[in-house]
């Protein structure tokens, strides 16, 4: 619990502490979210970015000038509560105030998005506002969470943050997605992935991560993408596919486990059926790519063998399972030419991860190609300039050992735990093909 003394006054705090503060005279900071009246009574919910809080304006406890004042304060106008905290077991927050000053710091204008639905287009074209409202505050409180659960999570286990830049002169994931700038007189890309890095860093501390932005020039409307979104990828020496796999398996589960524990109210406000969250433990199901492409078969889906899953097919492979389900063993040609293959040559040693529910793939990883020849021949195969991957290269010829890592997109993770159809509500201000404002 934090608050200070301000002035001679009684103590100041957030709303998310009132609970410690029951009897006593607080003020409160924040804005108008609603209000109501009945007769010599009315009601205004004060929010402040850490809660949602009733306040009670009672004729008979204030001025006549404050009494007055719910003609003046409209949704939005920023106000300074000072009041008795009570304990209102039916209230969100389990507390309320009972007014007996309030300061207007601004009258808000009348306020473009009002407590009624809107369509889509006109709540992203407000995004600046929309984020004020109470679900979207509760997705950025749960997106919060997961990002302090990833950094925890690796913190803990001895990783070692290594940030990858954003400008490179290479592609991670194909040339046909990459963001191409001017950089004095060459070209540099934005950054698809920080893996190639990792690689470099757990070469030099054993295991290592990145978590930071990414770009993907799809040309893609669909509800699961952006073109700029967070990944976290974390890089282990000495580590092969399964032990990989392993990993992911505990990684998720922690996360959905700190969410469970740390958001319920928020998770609640956005009607997330919570028995769903609480089936995700370990072990995952683990099936390999031909498997997949059976269940597709029993589906009657028309797929053709070699090509990566699309929406349709991830969620009819899901639908088989109450937990992600980790594919694996793919054929080689469907993944990227760092990717190391099984002793037969025919399959790629990579793992998706398909969240349950029909969110789609949350994490993509595998073991990497750890033999400087064989990785300079597949560089080569699929047209990339080798010179743009000497220093990668360099990896093979220093010491080279198996490895492995993987990379969580934030984002369609947001999406899965809070149980929102659209990915564009999971990051404060989503970039997409035909977005590049707020």
């Known amino acids: 619990m934090q608050y200070y003394q301000h002035g001679n006054i009684m103590s100041q705090t957030d709303i998310r502490n009132l609970k410690d503060f029951i009897g006593k005279e607080v003020q409160v900071n924040g804005w108008v979210y609603n209000m109501r009246s009945i007769g010599k009574i009315w009601f205004v919910i004060v929010r402040d970015g ?3 809080v009733q306040c009670v304006v009672s004729k008979d406890d204030v001025a006549d000038d404050i009494f007055k004042l719910e003609d003046v304060l409209t949704q939005e106008s920023s106000l300074i509560v000072k009041g008795i905290v009570q304990e209102d077991k039916r209230s969100e927050s389990g507390v309320e105030i009972i007014a007996k000053d309030i300061e207007v710091v601004h009258v808000a204008e009348e306020y473009p998005i009002s407590l009624k639905d809107h369509g889509v287009s006109f709540l992203m074209d407000n995004r600046h506002l929309w984020l004020r409202s109470k679900k979207q505050f509760a997705i950025m409180k749960i997106r919060q969470r997961i990002i302090k659960s990833i950094r925890d999570f690796f913190d803990e286990r001895g990783f070692v943050l290594i940030d990858s830049p954003m400008f490179t002169g290479n592609a991670v ?15 540099a890309y934005l950054t698809q992935s ?32 952006l073109t700029e979104f967070w990944m976290v990828e974390p890089e282990i020496a000495y580590c092969d596919i399964n032990q990989n796999m392993d990993l992911i398996e505990e990684f998720i589960s922690y ?20 028995s769903k969250l609480k089936n995700i433990a370990t072990p995952f199901p683990r099936i390999s790519y031909d498997d997949a492409l059976k269940i597709l078969k029993d589906k009657n889906h028309d797929f053709e063998y070699g090509s990566d899953f699309g929406a349709p097919d991830e969620e009819a492979i ?23 293959r099984d002793s037969s040559d025919k399959y790629a040693l990579g793992v998706d991860v398909i969240a349950p529910e029909g969110y ?9 190609e750890d033999n400087h020849d064989l990785l300079v021949k597949r560089i080569k195969d699929h047209g990339l ?3 743009a991957f000497k220093w990668y290269l360099d990896l093979r010829k220093y010491g080279s050992v198996p490895h492995s890592g993987f990379g ?31």
């Not at 997109?409 to 929102?420: D, F, N, P, Y």
């Open 50 to 52: 850490t809660g949602y």
């Open 173 to 187: 994931e194909g040339t046909t997605t990459l963001f191409e700038t001017d950089y004095f007189n060459r070209s």
């Open 194 to 225: 920080g893996q190639l890095y990792q690689e470099a860093g757990a070469m030099a501390f054993g295991k290592t991560y990145c978590f930071g932005p990414c770009f993907r020039a799809e040309k893609s409307k669909t509800r699961k993408h």
């Open 255 to 274: 996360i959905v486990s700190e969410c469970l524990e740390h958001c319920s109210q928020e998770l609640e406000i956005l009607d997330r059926d919570l």
């Open 318 to 340: 899901a639908s088989e399972f109450n937990k992600p389900v980790m594919i694996h063993s793919w054929p080689h040609e469907t993944k990227a030419f760092y990717m190391k």
């Open 360 to 368: 789609g793939e949350i994490v993509g990883g595998g073991q990497r």
């Open 385 to 387: 300039p080798l010179d």
């Open 408 to 438: 969580l997109g934030l984002e369609r993770t947001v999406s899965w735990i809070c149980g929102i159809d659209h990915i564009r509500q999971t990051i404060p201000f989503p970039r997409t093909m035909g977005r590049l404002e707020p």
